[in-house]
C-alpha cells in the first residue's frame, strides 16, 4: 500500500508530505517501508504568523483561529495534491499529523475537573474532498484517553526502522522540539524509553525572529559568531522540566515566546551582543540533549544492554543542517563513546522522517494495529490512533 503522510511542526516552517510503500512482514509485528520521495512547502510569512499568533491565545480570536483550520486545511490538500503530480504516484491512504497550537500533557484543574488537552488545527474535509482518499488524522488524542502523553509518536517508527541486535540506537528528531527513542541492542517495544527533552530550534527560532528578522539560523551561522553564556545555560536547565523524569513531553507552553524573552533577558543583563544571545540558546538545547542522555538514557542502556557492542544517535529534523548545534552535540557526546550521525548517512531524509512516521502510524491504524508505544508516552495500553475522514 503507497501512503502518504503529512507533517507540519511545532516549528511552523511549512509543511512536509512523503509517500511511503508500506509491506507487510510474514514474520514481524511492523511493516517494510520504502520511502518514494518527499517534498516540503515552506509557510509564507502571514500564515507563519497566524499559526504562531493561535498558539498564544491572548493574541488571537475564535473567528480567527476557525478560518485558519481551514485555511491550513486548503493548504494541505495543495501539497499533497502537488507531491502526488511530482512523484506520479497516487496513495491509497493518507496520514495527517496537522498543526499543533496547544499541547498540555499535565492536569490542570478545569470546571470542577483535572483536564489535560491536545489541539491539532487543519481540517481534513477539503483534502478528502480534492484527493477522494480515507484520511486518518489527531493521532494524540487517542493516546491522551489512554492516559499518555500523546506524545512522542515517531518512537513506532524508529523500532521499525532501526532497531538492532548489535547496536544501542538512539534516535534523536530536532524539530521546534528535540526528542529521543532509545532503543537497547537486542531490546523489545516495551524496553524502548522515549521523551521529549525540551527545545531543539523553537527557541533559536523564536530568537533569530526578533533580533535579526529571520526565520531561523541558517546552518548555525550566527550562532558560530557568538560566546554561548555557561551561567545562563546552567540557570536554565535547574527548571523542573529537564530534571523530571519520563515520559514527559512539551511545546510552546513551556518553551514559547515567554521563555525566549527570558533567556534573552537574562543574557543582556550579562552584557552578550545579539550572536551571544543565539548561542546561548544553540548552547542550551545542546546541553539539554546531552544532560538527557546522562541522566536518562544512558542508564537505561546499560541496565537492558550492557554488551552492546556500540551506540549510534542518529539525527533527524531541520536542526539536523544547524552545524553548530550538530558539531557541539558531537563533542558532549564523543567522550562517552557515542557516535553520531546524520538521518542522511542512513538512508533516511532528515526533514522526511516525522511525515514518514505518520504515513506508517496511518496504515496502523487503517489496519487496527496500535501505534503508541506505551513505554515512550505513558499510556496504559497500546492503542490503535487517530480519526477518520472519509475521501
Known sequence: MTVAGVMSGTSADGIDVALV????????????????????????????????RAASPASTTVPEIARLNWRLGQLYADAVEQTVASLGKKPSLIGMHGQTIYHQSTPTRFLGTDVRATWQLGEM??????????????????DFAADGQGAPLVPI???CLFRSPTKNRVLLNLGGIANVSVIPAGGTPDQLLAFDTGPANMVIDTLMRQLYNKHFDQNG??????QALTPVVETILRDPYFSAPPPKSCGREQFGELFAKRLQSLCTKAGASNPDIIATATELTARSIYDAYTRFCWPHLGQLAPLARSTELII?????????????????LAPLG????????????????????FALLAWLSYHGLPGNVPS???????????????G
Open 21 to 52: 510503500r508500506i509491506t507487510p512482514r510474514a514474520s514481524a509485528e511492523l511493516p517494510r517501508l520504502k520511502i518514494l520521495g518527499h517534498k516540503h512547502f515552506p509557510y509564507h510569512a502571514a500564515l507563519r504568523k497566524a499559526v504562531l
Open 125 to 142: 474535509s477539503p483534502l478528502a474532498e480534492r484527493m477522494r482518499i480515507l484520511i486518518i488524522s489527531d493521532f494524540r488524542t487517542a
Open 157 to 159: 517508527l524508529d523500532l
Open 221 to 226: 551561522k550566527m550562532a558560530s559568531r557568538g
Open 316 to 332: 533527524a529534523g531541520g536542526g539536523a543542517r544547524n552545524q553548530t548545534l550538530i558539531t557541539r552535540l558531537r563533542t558532549l
Open 338 to 357: 557515542v557516535k553520531v550521525l546524520l538521518a542522511d548517512q542512513v538512508g533516511l531524509p532528515a526533514e522526511a522522517k516525522e511525515a514518514v512516521a
Open 376 to 390: 515512550a508516552t505513558g499510556a496504559h495500553r497500546p492503542a490503535v490512533l487517530g480519526k477518520m475522514t472519509c
